[in-house]
């Protein structure tokens, strides 16, 4: 028994046997979509949705702490991994009648108040509503390395292509780069330091004062402190797949284009055969690459472009352009979806057993909102990005962005920026005609029109989660809005949105676009909100360890 | 609201938060009518959506402890007379002393509760490490504990005075700066609020850490100081810790919300003034982890999730400024709160709207007017128990 507890992890009482160098969600993941936890307020199931550590829906209980990502991790002989917020199991929770017994969601502002000597206990009752899992009850080691603090003259934030590339040229000319990633960085550019598994976690704008000093909060491999400290900062975090607005949005099977490849990619059977693909650009199209034999339907909100076209074609995939995705049903699992014609027409339904959704990216830009760069809205691309000088710099001198986050197209135009910003931050001139161009700032956002339309047509019933951290409803947005509460700050404060475990990533940006809808105004003037410390939950350790600097 | 403000009103209250709203909501149910709140920002914009929710009756100061006891039945109604939660949860406050001169405060306190008639129990060590034994009581040399404090999630009371202040005809102006008091020697007139000109006899200061510069728009110097404090939450869990801790030592507040997060601060001493942008600082970050983790050691593996800065309106004296100006007619001060303006508010609006219209309050001039900072005599009474 000892013997196979050093070779095995233990998950639902069950042993398993641990592939080093494989994730644990993956090993997790083999036959079927694991519901590995149900929600805060409505128990709802749920199965992994961004396969990037950003949502909440992948979360487990690993060694007795609570609310860690399974995408993010690898299990280690021994460890006890347990699902969260459920009784007696994630798959069949008795809390689960909640959601069935408020199917429009319970309203704890104005409900629950009257008689006033049942209060005490209605507020006890929502009180055990939250959380996802309890405090932590540690069984395992704390982190084996020390918390450290590491310099550099030029920091690199984000081992992606534009990463780096800029990277590699600011070594080029003889200065010290230091390149972190939160994942593996394999094969860094010659000469770089490189930090793999090292996720940065605060970047606030550098003190007054000469020199120059930006100081960052990170987390090790390990989970330690990391204090970084460097004159200059390149910021290539990179982009992450965004969420869509549907009754159904949060069933176990919809999922981001990047969680299809955490959880499908590589696998002879991915635990999805019957997918509908959402979109039709670039992102689209990968996705018919590389999981093409599990796609059974793609729809885009606008048009599909002529690659996807083809390779759809190449696979007998059915394309249902220009459509609203209303609804997705299915409980434990996506059963069916709804697509209707934009501008009207008859209901399509569709047996897919997944929905996949590879309609958009978003900038990963709060550590430029943080270190005090100037943001603006870029309509085109549905997001806010950097405001650049000729030569790729923002106006903090010092900080500079480049890739996905600052606004670039993946691949070739996210590595030009690389290499125009790696030669800019040791101070050399860049030649204007070598720069990549980033999409046009005017515009309005596709969604923002395919919102407006689905909220005309007749909705859905049922609940339509806009956050599905904290299980926010697009009632209680609405609720806010017709109240007289007056943009973004407002409405986070009045519903909770934006306050989850994702920081806002898959609620904030609908959001706004919700509310530019409503309110009758560009997303710009609904605002936004300030992008408070840390970009991602860092733990107490890391931050009680962080060493004191010398002065 | 749409469109635009009045030429007159009768009162204008400057400062759209729990203070301001809940001033003009009293004065309007007394029928004083018509009554404006501008508000520079958006609603909760300041320290009224930026504080840690703590509700206490301990105090050092009876007078203090009279406003919070009222305070605290206020809270226990509020629910049921506004419509909306504000998740008034009776968990008590405990207050950790480490030294032997924190333990006398903590005996000063106990005097001047137990004298207003509360029941606040005086702990030793033990007693808290076996009711509360998921702390770490090493360090503590003694302790109170007043079952009847508590605390309040802030946002729902903003919404539900905002409403029922908007329900009593009170026009409410968020983003709308007022960039000048308009006085007539020695009295007021009205206001440029949202760059218009606008009459009125009677002006309230209720804008938080941004008083002493309301103040200043009306050519008057005051006491006020606003000080950065910082505070962060972390990722929610289920219940666990009812009341809320205070450590005298390093100002350690910290309280479990009906969200689950646990919210909390401690005392990093900031330059005073307004600053920027309300940044955080790795250097709280740090320290709060730390005190943290030395109260609660199991909790490492817990996570941040959100920081944030407000201000404290802070007096000399620790004691807010209520009631007129003695030097400029119908210019009234409800504000140098500290860090308390919240967990007052109730009691502390009613006896502003009072005195606004005229009516006698308890409030001594020696302990609450801005008078006892302007001659030469000087502020009697001390609040020397500001953390939380």
């Not at chain 1, 690993?62 to 993010?72: F, K």
């Not at chain 2, 309301?214 to 008057?220: D, H, K, R, T």
């Amino acid at each position: 028994m000892a013997e196979r507890a050093r070779e095995s992890f233990r998950f639902r009482g069950r042993e398993y046997p641990v592939r080093p160098g494989e994730g644990l969600l993956h090993q997790l993941t083999r036959a079927e979509l694991p519901i590995l936890v149900r929600s805060i307020r409505y128990h709802r199931p749920r199965a992994p949705y961004c396969g990037t550590g950003i949502c909440t829906q992948c979360l487990v209980r690993v060694n007795g702490v609570p609310n860690i990502r399974s995408c993010m991790i690898e299990p280690h002989p021994g460890d006890v991994i347990e699902t969260e917020n459920a009784w007696p199991s994630s798959r069949f929770d008795l809390g689960g009648v909640l959601d069935r017994l408020f199917p429009s969601g319970i309203d704890t502002l104005h409900g629950f108040r009257r008689p006033s000597w049942l209060r005490p206990l209605y507020y006890r009752v929502i009180r055990r509503l939250a959380g996802f899992g309890q405090p932590p009850t540690p069984t395992g080691p704390g982190p084996t390395e020390p918390a450290s603090m590491v310099e550099a003259e030029v920091l690199v934030i984000g081992g992606g292509p534009a990463g780096r590339a800029a990277a590699g040229r600011s070594r080029g000319r003889g200065v010290d780069v230091l390149l972190v990633d939160r994942g593996p960085l394999l094969a860094p550019p010659s000469g770089v330091r490189a930090m793999p598994h090292t996720f940065v976690a605060f970047l606030p704008p550098a003190a007054p004062g000469a020199p120059r000093v930006f100081r960052a909060v990170a987390t090790g491999p390990a989970g330690q402190g990391v204090l970084l400290r460097a004159r200059t900062v390149i910021v290539a975090t990179g982009a992450y797949d965004g969420g869509l607005l549907f009754p159904g949005n949060d069933r176990p099977g919809v999922m981001t284009a990047e969680g299809a490849l955490a959880v499908g990619a590589g696998l002879t059977t991915p635990p999805f055969s019957r997918a509908l693909l959402f979109g039709g650009g670039e992102r689209a199209s990968e996705i018919l690459d590389r999981l093409g034999s599990s796609i059974a339907a793609a729809a885009s909100p606008a048009g599909f472009d002529p690659e996807t076209t083809r390779r759809a074609s190449d696979l007998g995939i059915p394309l249902y352009p220009r459509s609203l995705l209303r609804e997705a049903r299915g409980t434990r699992r996506v059963r069916e979806a709804w697509l209707v014609p934009r501008g009207g027409g008859p209901r399509t339904r569709l047996e897919v057993d997944s929905v996949i959704l590879a309609h958009r990216r978003l900038p990963h830009t709060q550590l430029l909102f943080q270190a005090g760069a100037t943001m603006a809205w870029w309509g085109s691309a549905g997001a806010y990005l950097p405001v650049l000088d000729a030569e790729l710099a923002t106006n903090v001198p010092g900080l500079f962005a480049a890739g996905e986050a600052a606004g670039f197209p993946s691949g070739i135009a996210a590595e030009a920026s690389g290499i125009a910003v790696g030669e800019r931050a040791v101070g050399n001139p860049v030649r204007l005609a070598d720069l990549p161009s980033r999409p046009p700032r005017e515009g309005a956002p596709e969604l923002l029109g395919y919102y407006a339309e689905l909220l005309q047509s007749p909705l859905a019933r049922g609940k339509w989660i806009v956050c599905a951290c904290e299980d926010i409803l697009l009632d209680e947005l609405r609720d806010a809005h017709e109240r007289g509460y007056v943009g973004l700050e407002e409405v986070k404060r009045y519903t909770g949105v934006g306050t989850g475990l994702c920081q806002g990533r898959f609620c904030l940006p609908d959001t706004l676009l919700l509310l530019s809808a409503w309110e009758q105004r560009p997303p710009p003037e609904v605002g936004y909100v300030t992008q408070r410390p840390p970009v991602m939950p860092i733990p107490l350790r890391a931050l009680a360890e962080l060493p004191e600097e010398p002065l | 609201m749409t469109g635009e403000p009045r030429d007159e009103y009768r009162i204008a209250i400057v400062g759209g938060g729990i203070i301001g709203l809940f001033t003009a909501v009293h004065l309007a149910r007394a029928g004083a009518g018509p009554i404006a709140v501008f508000e520079k920002g958006f609603l909760s914009s300041g320290s009224s959506g930026r504080n840690g929710g703590g509700v206490r009756q301990q105090w050092e100061e009876a007078a203090t402890v009279r406003l919070a006891r009222e305070a605290v039945s206020a809270w226990r109604r509020f629910a049921t007379e506004y419509g909306y939660n504000p998740f008034f949860r009776q968990g008590g406050y405990l207050f950790l002393a480490s030294s032997p001169a924190e333990t006398a405060q903590l005996d000063r306190v106990c005097r001047a509760v137990r004298s207003e008639g509360l029941p606040v129990e005086r702990l030793s060590r033990e007693e808290v490490g076996s009711r509360w034994p998921m702390l770490d009581s090493g360090s503590v040399t003694g302790a109170t504990f007043l079952a009847s404090d508590g605390t309040v999630y802030p946002f729902p009371a903003i919404w539900a005075l905002f409403e029922a202040a908007r329900r009593l005809g009170v026009e409410v102006w968020t983003r709308t700066p007022v960039s000048e008091i308009l006085r007539d020697g020695g009295k007021v007139t009205g206001l440029l609020a949202g760059g218009r000109r606008v009459r009125a006899a009677q002006i309230v200061n209720a804008a938080g850490g941004w008083s002493a510069e309301v103040s200043a728009l009306a050519g008057l110097s005051s006491a006020n100081l606003p000080t950065r404090h910082e505070i962060f939450a972390t990722e929610p869990m289920k219940p666990f810790l009812d009341p809320m801790l205070i450590r005298l030592r390093d100002g350690l507040y910290v309280s479990q919300t009906m969200r689950g997060e646990l919210v909390g601060g401690l005392s990093v001493a900031h330059p005073p003034g307004l600053s920027p942008g309300l940044p955080t600082s790795i250097q709280f970050l740090r320290s709060m982890s730390r005190a943290l983790l030395d109260l609660f050691p199991s909790l490492g593996g817990l996570k941040v999730l959100r920081a944030w800065s407000g201000y404290y309106d802070d007096t000399p004296d620790g004691m807010p400024i209520l009631g007129e100006d003695p030097r400029l007619r119908g210019f009234f001060h409800a504000n140098g709160l500290g860090g308390h303006g919240f967990m007052l508010s109730p009691a502390v609006s009613r006896r502003v709207a009072k005195s606004v219209l005229g009516e006698a309050t308890d409030l001594d001039p020696a302990v609450f007017g801005l008078g006892r900072f302007l001659g030469e005599d000087h502020a009697r009474t001390q609040e020397r128990l500001q953390p939380g």
